[in-house]
């Protein structure tokens, strides 16, 4: 194979790839939540190598509102008043 192919499917399949997640995270962020730390509490269990548990804090997805109705949208704020 050509190198100049190898490096189109590459770029190709990086994008489909940051596509996809993209998508994900839009529409579906709850799903997305949960694999985040199911894949990063594995990693940051006491025992792990430093570099190991480093890559498991930067997955693990930030803290959330204790409020058990929410969706995960980051949308709690209250609406902003209407300019006139």
């Known amino acids: 194979m050509d ?5 189109q499917y590459l770029v190709i399949a990086v994008a489909v ?5 993209f998508v994900a995270k839009r529409q579906f962020p709850n799903a ?3 694999l985040r730390v ?3 509490v594995p990693m ?3 025992g792990r190598p430093q570099w190991l ?3 498991g804090r930067r997955i693990a997805p ?4 204790g409020d058990a109705s929410c969706g995960g949208c980051n949308s709690c704020d209250p609406p902003a008043p209407k300019q006139h």
Do not use: C, K, N, T
């Not at 190198?3 to 490096?7: E, I, W």
């Not at 790839?17 to 997640?21: D, M, N």
């Open 32 to 34: 997305v939540r949960r």
């Open 3 to 7: 190198a100049g192919l190898l490096a």
């Open 53 to 55: 548990r480093r890559a």
């Open 38 to 40: 199911a894949l990063a």
């Open 17 to 21: 790839l940051v596509s996809a997640w």
């Open 62 to 65: 930030p803290a959330m509102a």
């Open 44 to 46: 940051v269990r006491e």
